[in-house]
């Protein structure tokens, strides 16, 4: 009997999956992982300041209750409704162990829309729940007819949308949104990674978790330069947090980590509303830098990212940029994504670097 027999019911097609592709060479501009640009030479000294009194030695707290009231402060919900995790893939990987994996004649289903952040789809299969990736309309828009088809015939016990979505970059309808979490009565999930970005910031779904059951909204830190930090949130009613408290492993988010997201935060975000306005005026001009290169599509963005269709096939224009020390995503498949490719927004300097890799890319 070969290993893989021995894989839970569901589980064997995990190895038909990929892991995660990540590059790195020195010199090398990478615009490829939707990161924020770097932390000034003073706030690096700040946050430095930060790890002088961690006592190492000890575990973290176990419920990040100093970095909770900091969130709870900021995003005006009480601390009991936020659990914290090791980036918000962790969040939505313990909300897929509590709904699915239950090895039943009908396994429960993961609702999400096509296309949208891949991890959702391996989350679904490493966690014995059956993906149903919904299809987007041609706009990036939801399809609210078939998305109650798909809601009424294989009735989810989980559901993800990232509003902004990733990688298309639009936001989806609000009142869509609620309908579907209302309509579905299970575990609803608005993946706001890159809401920061959005003309206003604020959530305007956040309140919903006191008003709908089930419903929950996920937040990161990833986005606005603390990725490698791996610090993320789950918002959502008081009981139901407490519940999923019990699936989480205890101790998931260091010590480091706690001291210095909550030290981010610490001037009332005033450090990271600055942030925010700067990657937002480069969007700005990344996107207009993009419009200029005849045949380059650019698509209107709410987060951290552009997302360009070129006249050539995604993955040469790809390559050719990578030869040029500039690296992006290619999102590129068939369909609404046909030779599309993401571009993280980063500094004016790398954004004009990648502005004229494409330009010369198309032109070889």
């Known amino acids: 009997m070969a290993w893989v027999d021995h894989l839970r019911p569901g589980l064997a097609s995990v190895t038909s999956l990929r892991t995660y592709d990540y590059r790195s060479a020195p010199g090398l501009i990478r615009l490829d992982c939707n990161e ?26 176990v419920s990040g209750a100093k970095l909770r009231c900091a969130l709870a402060e900021r995003w005006k919900v009480d601390p009991g409704e936020i ?7 962790e969040v939505l990987s313990l909300l897929a162990m509590a709904f699915g994996g239950a090895e039943v004649e009908r396994p429960p289903r993961l609702l999400y829309p096509d296309p949208s952040f891949p991890h959702y789809e391996v989350i679904a299969q490493t966690h014995g729940l059956v993906p149903v990736a919904a299809p987007l309309q041609p706009d990036f828009g939801l399809d609210e007819r078939a998305l109650t088809v798909a809601v009424d015939v294989h009735r989810p016990a989980l559901a993800i949308f990232a509003s902004p979505n990733n990688p298309t970059g639009n936001s989806f309808d609000r009142d869509v949104l609620v309908r579907l979490a209302r309509r579905m009565d299970a575990a609803f999930v608005v993946d706001e990674a890159y809401v920061d970005f959005r003309q206003g910031g604020a ?36 009981n139901a947090i407490a519940e999923l408290d019990k699936v989480r492993l205890p101790w998931n988010v260091n010590a480091v980590s706690q001291a210095l997201a909550t030290a981010w935060i610490s001037d009332g975000g005033q450090r990271l ?14 996107e207009s830098g993009l419009r200029s290169i005849p045949g380059v599509i650019v698509y209107p963005s709410d987060a951290n990212f552009v997302l360009v269709r070129t006249p050539e096939p995604a993955h040469l224009i790809f390559l050719r940029m990578l030869a040029k020390g500039v690296l992006v995503k290619d999102v590129s498949r068939p369909g609404l994504l046909d030779r599309c490719l993401r571009i993280t927004v980063s500094t004016g300097f790398e954004n004009s670097r990648c502005v004229h890799a494409l330009e010369e890319s198309l032109r070889s």
Not at 45 to 51: D, H, K, N, R, Y
Request: glycine content about 10%.
């Open 273 to 286: 509303e600055s942030r925010v306005r700067a990657i937002v005026a480069a969007r700005a001009e990344l």
């Open 36 to 61: 924020g640009p770097p932390a000034s030479a003073a706030e690096e000294a700040q946050l430095i300041q930060e790890l002088g009194p961690l006592a190492l030695h000890r575990y973290p707290d």
């Open 203 to 238: 959530s305007a779904l956040v309140p919903l978790i006191r008003e709908i059951p089930g419903f929950f909204v996920t937040r990161t830190f990833s986005k606005v330069g603390l990725a490698g930090l791996r610090v993320g949130a789950l918002l959502g009613a008081r």
């Open 83 to 89: 659990l914290l995790g090791n980036g918000s893939i």
